[in-house]
Structure formats: C-alpha cells, structure tokens
C-alpha cells in the first residue's frame, strides 16, 4: 500500500498503482483503477477521486467515482457528486452533492417490464424476483394512525 504522510502536499495527478491512503493534502485528481483509495481522517483532498473502492474518513472536495464501492465514515465529508454501484453513508457522514447509482441497475440485469396484474390474478405463479436483494424495495408497515382518536376506535 503507498502512503501521502500527514505532512506532504502534492498537487498533480495521481495515479496509484496499488491500494492508495492518504493522510496529508492532495488537489489536483487521483485515480486508483482496479483499488482501493482511503482518505485519512485529517487528509484534505481538493480533488477528483476514482478508484474501485473509495473510503472517505476525512475531506473530500471534488467529485468520488468508484467502480465497486463509496463509503463515508462517521465525520467523514464529500463536498462533490457521488457515482457508484453502492454507496454507504455512516451516521454522522456528510455528502453535498448529487448521488448517482444507476450503475447497480445497468448490472441487476432488470427485465423491461414487470408482470401485470391480470397475469398474476389469472392464476399464474409471478416470476422469482430479478432484483439482487440489495436492490429490492423495502416493505412498509401499515401506516400509523393519524391522531389519537383514530387508534381508539
């Protein structure tokens, strides 16, 4: 694994060979193809980030594209857009910018229409679920009552 020290700035283009953490200061783009970039918890990073997997622990202010995975840590902040197939977002993590995971649906291979509702009333078993389980909807609960006299009747 290479390491940025806390105490080095570099400013250019990166381009890592190998997994990639940077403790210190870096504007300018890095790109990590085929691993896995980690920005330090007091790393500043003025920068476009691409890699395959891109932890954040620290600052990143540019855009964070990953082939596999984004994750940002509690106290961890990407001031850019975020484009991945997953994405995890920690509680007290922060990301300002838009979000962009179509890449998961190009990969769930998602048949074009889903079956009707005739179909499936007409007694015909529905089909297995083409969705990977971390693309399938959540189910909701009923939902709660509107005020209290509702729940007493």
């Given at each position: 694994m290479a390491r940025i020290g806390r105490e080095t700035t570099i400013q250019g283009r990166i381009v890592a060979a190998e997994d990639l953490e940077i403790l210190g200061a870096v504007e300018g783009h890095v790109r990590g193809a085929e691993h896995r970039v980690t920005i330090g918890p007091e790393a500043r990073v003025k920068a476009d980030v691409e890699a395959d997997v891109v932890v954040v622990l620290g600052r990143v202010m540019g855009s964070v594209v990953a082939r596999d995975l984004v994750e940002v840590v509690a106290g961890g902040v990407i001031g850019g857009d975020v484009r991945a197939p997953r994405v995890v977002l920690h509680d007290g993590a922060v990301v300002?910018?838009?979000?962009?995971?179509?890449?998961?649906?190009?990969?769930?291979?998602?048949?074009?229409?889903?079956?009707?509702?005739?179909?499936?009333?007409?007694?015909?078993?529905?089909?297995?679920?083409?969705?990977?389980?971390?693309?399938?909807?959540v189910p909701t609960s009923t939902p709660a009552p509107s005020s209290i006299d509702d729940r007493t009747r």
């Open positions: 300002v910018g838009a979000l962009d995971m179509s890449i998961a649906l190009s990969r769930a291979r998602v048949p074009a229409a889903t079956p009707t509702d005739a179909a499936c009333s007409a007694g015909e078993a529905a089909p297995a679920n083409p969705y990977p389980p971390h693309l399938r909807p």
